[in-house]
């Protein structure tokens, strides 16, 4: 475990981290802007799929925040690199949002969100435009066995009104449906972190992964020999700390602010 006022680059979830909803947390923006005046970076690490990086760009433009594409790494990203690294497949079910279909086809994917022939993989991610027929399509293509990969396993997504369910759920959804479970890319997987590392260009020593959710981003930082902070403004309480300990524990961004200056 190395000081946190060592660090530089900063791998940051979003969702329940630094806002809720289009409310940032406060001192969100006086942390970030601590980072580059120090002479670190940040990165913004998230499972959500249900969005492209520009679409988040805008989003925190709007709650003055300044970044660009290049600060985002998001589990299509790790995704998309995976796919890369395989045989390509025929043709892909994209199971999930208009924006979603479309970061896949700009990655070079060849999909459908159709039942046609030549699918050989259902590939999910988190779906804000779910609908029933969908859910259809996924048993019917999982009982034909078609390959199956989900984009992340997060249980829930944190609202201002509480949760709802994210990929993680409708998962285990068609696991019960189909007795199928898909092959989860994105956090807990170490490849977000490594891949986030290498573009910056800093070291596992330089380096701090703070997130909300112990399952996905503590243990992502975990599996990438990295220091991590839990944040308790999102999904973690103190008592579901079990095993899965993180380096460090904060309130929120705020107290992490105070930590690294």
């Not at 025929?90 to 949002?97: D, L, Q, S």
């Not at 369910?165 to 696991?175: F, H, R, T």
């Amino acid at each position: 475990m190395s000081s946190l006022k060592g660090k530089k680059l900063f791998l940051l979830d979003l969702d329940g981290t630094l806002y809720l909803d289009d409310t940032l947390f406060e001192g969100a923006t006086a942390f970030l802007e601590h980072i580059k005046s120090s002479g670190g970076r940040y990165m913004f690490l998230t499972n959500n799929s249900s969005r492209g990086a520009e679409d988040y760009v805008a989003k925190l433009n709007n709650m003055g925040v300044a970044c660009t594409a290049g600060d985002f790494y998001t589990s299509v990203d790790a995704t998309l690199r995976y796919l890369s690294a395989r045989p390509a497949y025929r043709k892909v079910y994209a199971f999930g949002t208009g924006s979603f279909k479309e970061q896949l086809r700009k990655g070079g994917v060849r999909v459908t969100d159709r039942l046609e022939d030549g699918i050989d993989c259902l590939l999910m991610g988190f779906d804000t435009e779910l609908t029933f027929r969908k859910l259809e399509d996924a048993c019917i293509l999982l009982g034909r066995g078609a390959d199956y990969i989900a984009t992340n396993p997060d249980w829930v997504c944190p609202t201002s009104y509480g949760y709802v369910p994210d990929c993680g759920s409708v998962a285990e959804m068609l696991k019960k449906a189909t007795g199928r479970s898909p092959l989860f890319i994105g956090k807990p997987r170490p490849d977000m972190v490594l891949a986030a590392m290498e573009k910056a260009g800093f070291s596992a020593e330089d380096t701090l992964v703070v997130g909300d959710r112990l399952y996905t981003d503590i243990a992502c930082g975990a599996a990438a020999g990295v220091d991590t902070v839990l944040v308790l403004s999102g999904e973690t309480r103190l008592e579901d700390i079990g095993e899965l300990k993180p380096t460090y524990i904060m309130r929120d961004i705020g107290e992490l602010l105070e930590a690294i200056k």
